[in-house]
């Protein structure tokens, strides 16, 4: 019998370095995403980790260090070519358009992705008309797997926050990523809507896809990921199961002040 080899992490970066005048907001971190997995990210405040993220995404330049996605080298690319690659990210802050309706903010979404040249648009071309009709139809699935059918016609502006907040992990789905790596998904959510952002991305991890989760709502984390990492100064402190994280005294410390 031949041993199953082991698979080769989707996301993996090494050393990775960013620092703002003089400040190590990223100190050197090593951090591994493997396919199909929810990865939770925790940490303090100003830890580093929307800073990680928009290293990795290409929003802000690294300093040093390696990012590799699925095998490829894609430290200090553009956005649009890391989010081409197939990795997505959503922000902090909520952003939807709020005078466009949920469709059209899904739609709008896939433009960054569209192949159609603008001879295309001036002719408006059978190639043209394919993709909107297959972001339309990719939108009119989101938007019912997310629970908004009803308001898909309607300005985003009508959402509650956690509504919008669930609009843009739609969008972020919108061009099939292999990778979603959310910012703070609950942040500022009711929390009778907490629950449905969970079933959401727990759906959709059963459909497949990956994703790696920074939250400081723990709990959240500790029910949604097989695997949590915690980030102290820009490094990372520890990882593993939530359960092992979760009784680690050296993160009781980090969160509270308090040595166990
Ligand atoms: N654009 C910037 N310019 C200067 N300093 C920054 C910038 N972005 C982040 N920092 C600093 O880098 C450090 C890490 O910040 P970062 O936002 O990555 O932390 P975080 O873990 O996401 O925190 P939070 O949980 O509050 O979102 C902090 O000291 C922060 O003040
Ligand atoms: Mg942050």
């Known amino acids: 019998m031949t041993a199953t080899p082991n698979p080769q992490p989707l996301l993996s970066i090494r050393g990775l370095r960013k620092s703002f005048y003089g400040i190590h907001a990223v100190d050197g971190l090593d951090l591994d995403v493997m396919p199909k997995t929810i990865t939770g990210i925790i940490g303090p405040n100003g830890s580093g980790k929307s800073t990680s993220i928009d290293c990795l995404s290409g929003f802000q330049a690294i300093d040093a260090g390696q990012v590799l996605f699925d095998g490829r080298d894609i430290g200090n690319l553009p956005p649009h070519a890391i989010a081409r690659a197939g990795l997505i990210r959503t922000f902090q802050t909520v952003n939807v358009y709020d005078d466009m309706s949920l469709l059209q903010n899904l739609m709008q979404a896939m433009v960054p992705f569209d192949k159609a040249g603008w001879l295309d648009d001036l002719l408006r071309t059978r190639r043209l008309r394919q993709a909107e009709a297959e972001a339309r139809a990719r939108a009119e699935h989101l938007v019912a797997l997310i629970g908004l059918q009803r308001y898909a016609e309607a300005p985003a502006a009508i959402l509650s926050y956690g509504q919008k907040k669930l609009l843009a ?39 497949g896809e990956t994703f790696a989760i920074v939250e400081h709502n723990v709990d959240f984390i500790m029910r949604l990921c097989s695997h949590v990492i915690v980030l102290v100064g820009g490094r990372k402190l520890t990882e593993g199961d939530p359960k092992t994280v979760r009784s680690d005294p050296r993160v009781l410390e980090a969160y509270l002040g308090i040595r166990a």
């Open 169 to 207: 992990l739609a969008a972020a789905l919108m061009p099939k990523p292999r990778l979603v790596i959310l910012d703070e998904p609950v942040a500022g959510v009711n929390p009778s809507r907490i629950l449905e952002v969970e079933e959401v991305i727990r759906q959709l991890h059963a459909a």
